[in-house]
């Protein structure tokens, strides 16, 4: 089974800050990468696919890059609407993987 | 418009056997390169992906929790069943459906609100 890591598990940021959380896979995933943001009491809404391709309506700040076995995701200027909880997952496999998430909080 | 609701008991007793509904609008998982998948979160937890069901009736599972679990569809209600057996107070979260389509390389793209379950006697 793939197992994701990602770090860190948590971030302290301002807005306009620059930010970026890493996702490793145990193994090859391809680009078979997604990320999702999740707010309390909130279900989780997808980010990015396919490691770079951004949902539609999602804005522009957001990014992902990578392949293989590293991926990233960055968010190039925080907004306050951005302070959430971050997932990766994998879907290359049988099976689905979330990585452990990581919390943005505000600085 | 896709929406995702799930439904079922909030409290069930340690050994009973859950039974969670997934009811949609908006798309058919009769449609080529759909599944529904089924995700929990216990409280102030990572996301646990559980289970899978393809339009081809293909079935997918948590290799850890593959013994517990049944996953079927209701193509003329648009539902997605998801059956956990011998249910345990380590299964409480709040389980949430989501639509995964595979021909556009999108993973949980429509997720449901999600239901809290809470396992005790």
């Known amino acids: 089974d793939t197992q994701m890591t990602q770090s860190p598990s948590t971030l302290s940021a301002s807005v306009g800050d620059r930010v970026t959380i890493t996702c490793r896979a145990s193994?090859?995933?391809?680009?078979?990468l997604a990320w999702y943001q999740q707010k309390p009491g909130k279900a989780p809404k997808l980010l990015i696919y396919?490691?770079?391709s951004l949902e539609s309506g999602v804005p522009s700040r957001f990014s992902g890059s990578g392949s293989g076995t590293e991926f990233t995701l960055t968010i190039s200027s925080l907004q306050p609407d951005d302070f959430a909880t971050y997932y990766c997952?994998?879907?290359?496999?049988?099976?689905?993987?979330f990585g452990q998430g990581t919390k943005l909080e505000i600085k | 418009q896709i929406t995702l609701k799930e439904s079922g008991p909030t409290l069930v007793k340690p050994t009973q056997t859950l039974t969670l509904t997934c009811t949609f609008s908006?798309?058919?998982?009769?449609?080529?390169?759909?599944?529904v998948g089924w995700i929990r979160q216990p409280p102030g937890k990572a996301l646990d992906w559980l289970a899978l069901?393809?339009?081809?009736?293909?079935?997918r599972y948590s290799p850890s929790l593959k013994s517990r679990l049944t996953i079927t569809k209701d193509t003329s209600k648009n539902q997605v069943v998801l059956t956990m057996t011998n249910m345990d107070p380590v299964d409480t979260a709040t389980y949430y459906c989501?639509?995964?389509?595979?021909?556009?390389?999108?993973?949980?793209?429509?997720w449901g609100q999600g239901t809290l379950v809470t396992v005790s006697s």
């Open positions: 997952q994998q879907y290359n496999s049988y099976s689905r993987t």
């Open positions: 069901i393809y339009w081809n009736d293909e079935k």
């Open positions: 908006g798309f058919s998982v009769s449609t080529s390169g759909v599944g």
């Open positions: 396919k490691a770079s």
């Open positions: 989501a639509r995964e389509v595979v021909p556009a390389g999108t993973p949980f793209d429509n």
């Open positions: 193994q090859s995933i391809n680009r078979w």
